[in-house]
């Protein structure tokens, strides 16, 4: 295995990793303001639980990220190609988008997604305002998930 | 600690925000005919749902939710000082304090009389220390519940100031500074109307943030009028005015401010701030519907109970 492949194995970890841990933070700041409600007002657990999955979907972004660094290079099938160490640093770098806004829009939607479900407690009809409020962070990390995947596809091997 | 920590304590609070009643809510109580329908109205506004039963209940609930108490506690100072002043009194005169204490408080109260009587004033808690040592030596060498009162007082406001510094958030502090003016302003007009010397004013009046003491007490001093006069430069000049129509127009105008500042820290999604408004929102709450049932009891007109009621906070 060479130092190549090293290295895009690092991105594809850092992609999953650290959009992994956004999305735990978030996911889980959201969860604790759901079961506040919920504690009070059990009705309430459908509408805050739409709220509790949206920081939920970077991990998921980091997790498509890495699967496709670890297929383009072959790590997959077991049948890693010869990567030079310049083409690893290239993968690297085309997991950190996702990476690294991943791991704060995940967070950051957490905290949108916690206080709209203050929304959802106090006034259940406008639900939806809050969940649009949340799903606008998302699309940053969208846009970081499309640059990750549009520079991995484009890494020759 | 951070902010977030109060992410499940706030989310609760919101949702009781729902159980407190409106504006539609307390005129239809207004508007009730005796005790009974207030009664039955109260209960078909809750609901199943738990709403302020008694203060101390809101505070139970407040302090179930929130994962640390150390700024909120601040709210339960006037009860916490009023306790020790029952305590003081109580083990002088050689009576039971029991019933004379309030709740909700941060101070242990089975334990409260049997320190002060002690004289193991290290186990009290840290903000009331100081003032049980002293309020005891004033209370044993003068022997007048008014000055050691006055004392009590006055240290109650300086710890809620001082700790609203230490540990709270600029609600905190906005909270300590207004109750402390209300307090002090109320003070110097009963100073300036019972003619009260100037070693009681000075032991009486704590000071604020926009009411310097000394002025205040100089102008408690030379009459109501001086006292009406410098309100009117301070940021207090409302309240002065009404104030010099009437103490319970004051009282109201004071319960209101605080509900206002209350207002701002309730759209807060994290912190103990919308925890804390909360109990101010309960409190006055639970303040309007004795209103209503004393005005009810005294038969007073729907116009002076409206009149009377206190600023809501939904």
């Not at chain 1, 969860?31 to 970077?58: C, I, N, R, Y």
């Not at chain 2, 009974?36 to 407040?62: D, H, M, Y």
């Not at chain 2, 300036?192 to 009046?205: G, Q, S, T, W």
């Not at chain 2, 519907?289 to 809501?312: F, H, N, P, Q, Y």
Request: net charge negative; glycine share 8%; aromatic share 6%.
């Amino acid at each position: 295995m060479t130092n190549g492949v090293v290295l895009a194995i690092i991105g594809a970890a850092l992609a999953a990793l650290l959009a992994g841990i956004g999305s735990a933070k978030g996911v889980g700041l959201v969860g604790e303001a759901a079961a506040g409600v919920v504690s009070v007002d059990p009705s309430k657990f459908s509408k805050v639980l739409l709220l509790e999955l949206l920081p939920g979907t970077q991990g998921l972004y980091g997790l498509i990220a890495a699967m496709f660094i670890l297929i383009r290079t072959g790590v997959l099938g077991g049948n890693a190609a010869d990567l030079t160490t310049t083409q690893g640093l290239a993968y690297l770098a085309a997991s950190l988008p996702i990476a690294i806004v991943g791991l704060i829009s995940g967070i950051v939607q957490g905290r949108t997604a916690a206080a709209g479900v203050g929304i959802t407690a106090k006034k259940p009809d406008h639900n939806g305002k809050a969940i649009i409020m949340a799903a606008m962070v998302e699309t940053y990390a969208i846009l970081a998930l499309l640059i990750s995947v549009l520079m991995i596809l484009n890494i020759a091997v | 600690m951070s902010t977030t920590k109060y992410a499940n304590a706030v989310a609760a609070i919101k949702a009781m925000e729902n159980q407190l009643l409106t504006r539609g809510d307390i005129d239809q109580l207004i508007n009730a005919s005796g005790s009974s329908e207030i009664q039955s109205l109260i209960a078909a506004k809750r609901g199943t749902g738990s709403g302020p039963g008694t203060l101390n209940e809101v505070w139970e609930t407040i302090s179930s939710y929130a994962p640390e108490d150390k700024e909120l506690r601040i709210l339960l100072y006037r009860s916490d000082f009023h306790n020790l002043k029952a305590a003081l009194k109580a083990l002088i005169a050689g009576r039971d304090p029991k019933e004379y204490y309030i709740r909700p408080t941060g101070l242990d109260l089975d334990t409260l009389s049997p320190l002060l009587a002690a004289k193991d004033y290290e186990s009290l808690p840290e903000h009331i220390r100081s003032t049980a040592e002293e309020a005891y030596e004033l209370l044993t060498r003068t022997l007048d519940g008014q000055l050691a009162d006055s004392l009590i007082d006055t240290s109650a406001m300086k710890a809620m100031q001082a700790d609203a510094e230490r540990y709270g958030t600029g609600f905190m502090q906005d909270y300590a500074r207004l109750v402390t003016a209300a307090a002090d302003i109320k003070t110097a007009y009963r100073c300036a109307l019972m003619k009260k010397p100037r070693n009681f004013a000075e032991l009486a009046i704590c000071g604020s943030t926009g009411l310097d003491k000394d002025d205040l007490i100089e102008a408690a001093l030379s009459g109501t009028e001086s006292l009406f006069t410098l309100l009117e430069s301070s940021p207090y000049d409302e309240g002065g005015k009404l104030l010099a129509k009437s103490p319970a127009l004051f009282e109201k105008w004071c319960d209101d401010v605080i509900m206002e500042l209350a207002e701002g820290a309730r759209m807060k999604a994290f912190g103990a701030d919308p925890l804390a408004a909360y109990y101010i929102a309960a409190e006055a709450e639970l303040k309007n519907l004795r209103i209503i049932r004393v005005c009810k009891e005294s038969g007073a007109d729907k116009e002076t109970i409206t009149e009377r009621m206190r600023k809501l906070y939904v």
